[in-house]
């Protein structure tokens, strides 16, 4: 579980390749991995944006903004994770779908680049969105254009292709075409609402990958549970990926900010800790 390899993606964005021959066996597009830093750290799911089996190593792609990813972006080369367990989840459904039509928001591109060259791969006409607030936060949009037939970019800002939302180009797409044999969308979760609600109407099959909070990732503690088609469902086992039209994204929303102020708390101690350090 050693970090062989860093990189500064944009500012509070870091990709870690880490030695994982295990993982990197068996990882399939759409699943993740539950990681520790350290022996008192909490665990976290990351997704597995890339595997090398024969070098035996994963790829993973986060935003230092919390308290444990903020920890986690100051390990550097030849540091090593206290734990490591994958892949997790259900894969991401492959096949020819036809056309289809694939989206992503922010550091949720990292988590569809698998996708996009999977789906590429089984036969589909790949057209890619890709948002963000501002050009910084659009990445891997060359390795993405590579397994895509065509890629339109926006950003909130105007900084980077077109000016507005993910959402806007999808409307026009589904306006000219109604063709799309699947819509599939990794990124917030007010996005992947949004996004389900456009294609609604059109009667496209919609995938998202939910990004709920996890604690044990197998299933046990039930933290990650999500209401899909009136049903309780646990992101872990049952997804990450699920059918967008039948999402409960209003108790989803309510539910990521269950632990806003604890979070607060927790960033508050670490830079007091780290202003500690330096003086």
């Not at 096949?95 to 694939?102: R, S």
């Not at 180009?169 to 389900?196: E, I, Q």
């Not at 994204?249 to 508050?268: D, I």
Request: glycine residues 12%; proline residues 4%.
């Amino acid at each position: 579980m050693k970090i062989i390899a860093k990189e500064q993606l944009a500012e509070n964005l870091i990709k870690f390749v880490i030695e994982s021959p295990n993982i990197a066996a068996k990882a399939l597009p759409g699943q993740f991995i539950v990681l520790m830093v350290n022996e008192t750290g909490e665990r976290i799911p990351l997704t597995i944006v890339d595997n090398d089996k024969k070098n035996g190593t994963i790829t993973i792609i986060f935003q230092a903004v919390g308290f444990t990813t903020t920890i986690l972006g100051k390990l550097e080369v030849g540091d090593c994770l206290f734990s490591l367990v994958g892949p997790l989840g259900r894969p991401t459904s492959v096949g020819n779908y036809g056309q289809v039509i694939l989206i992503g928001g922010g550091v949720g591109i990292a988590e569809l680049l698998p996708v996009v060259r999977a789906l590429k791969r089984a036969g589909c006409v790949v057209t890619t969105i890709l948002g963000g607030r501002t050009a910084d936060l659009v990445i891997l949009s060359e390795e993405i254009k590579e397994f895509s037939n065509i890629t339109f970019i926006t950003t909130n800002d105007g900084s980077l292709g077109e000016k507005g939302l993910v959402t806007d180009t999808l409307k026009r797409l589904l306006g000219k075409n109604n063709d799309y044999g699947l819509v599939f969308c990794v990124g917030p979760v007010p996005m992947m609402k949004a996004v389900s609600e456009v294609t609604k109407p059109f009667g496209t099959k919609t995938l998202v990958c939910l990004n709920s909070i996890m604690i044990d990732g197998t299933g046990m503690c039930g933290c990650c549970r999500v209401t899909v088609d009136n049903q309780t469902k646990f992101a872990c086992v049952d997804g990450p990926d699920f059918d967008g039209h039948l999402v409960d994204f209003e108790e989803l929303m309510t539910r990521q900010k269950r632990f806003v102020e604890q979070e607060e708390c927790g960033l508050c101690k670490l830079d007091e800790s780290i202003k500690g350090v330096t003086e």
